[in-house]
Every structure is written in structure tokens, then in C-alpha cells.
Nanobody, 117 residues
Framework: QVQLVESGGGLVQAGGSLRLSCAVS????????VGWYRQAPGEQRELVAA?????????GYSVEDRGRFTISRDYAKNTVDLRMTSLKPEDTAVYYC?????????WGQGTQVTVSS
């Protein structure tokens, strides 16, 4: 059974940083597509960043200043982290982790990120 647990969210002032972590069980982060998504109130869920089984990374179109976001994976811990710096109030959202295993998509419960101005 594939399960995902996100952590690392919280309240941070504009300009601050956060590292979100997605702990995956039941499958490997090294052999599957893993993505971080976010959903702000009243908005659709959107891709923030993703990493494929080959290590290729990709970022969502709405992610401005892509240098602010870094996605990485830890083989030993079987986690995928999203490092966010220079946070802005518009980054406020619930951040979700997703793993795609063949045709199946598995989501975590999400972690709230709130950036105050």
C-alpha cells in the first residue's frame, strides 16, 4: 500500500524559507514520478515541482522565479523534499505530494504553508 506523509509546513514571514518533506512508503521515490503540488483557497491544484525516475526535474508554469524552489530526493529515507526560499504571500497554499506508480496516482494529506507579508 502506497502512503505519503507531508511535513514541514507552517507560518513564515515573507522572504523566509521552508523545507517540505514527503515521506513515501510502499514504493520507491527513485523509480517513480514524484511531484509537489499546491492549492490556494478558491484555486485549482497546480504543479509546483516534480522529479522523475531518471532524476529530471520540472517546475509548474505558475512558479515564478524558479530559482526559489528546489526539489530533491533522499534514497536512504525514501523522501522527496521541496526547498522554498524567498517566500512570498502568494505562495500561501496547502502543499501536496503525489506519487505516480504506473497508472495510479497517490496523494498525501497536504501541509499548510502560510506566508505573512
Amino acid at each position: 500500500q502506497v502512503q505519503l506523509v507531508e511535513s514541514g509546513g507552517g507560518l513564515v514571514q515573507a522572504g523566509g524559507s521552508l523545507r517540505l518533506s514527503c515521506a513515501v512508503s510502499g514504493t520507491s521515490v527513485t523509480t517513480n514520478f514524484v511531484g509537489w503540488y499546491r492549492q490556494a483557497p478558491g484555486e485549482q491544484r497546480e504543479l509546483v515541482a516534480a522529479i522523475t525516475s531518471t532524476g529530471t526535474t520540472a517546475f509548474g508554469y505558475s512558479v515564478e522565479d524558479r530559482g526559489r524552489f528546489t526539489i530533491s530526493r533522499d534514497y536512504a529515507k525514501n523522501t522527496v523534499d521541496l526547498r522554498m526560499t524567498s517566500l512570498k504571500p502568494e505562495d500561501t497554499a496547502v502543499y501536496y505530494c503525489k506519487v505516480q506508480v504506473r497508472e495510479s496516482h497517490y496523494w498525501g494529506q497536504g501541509t499548510q504553508v502560510t506566508v505573512s507579508s
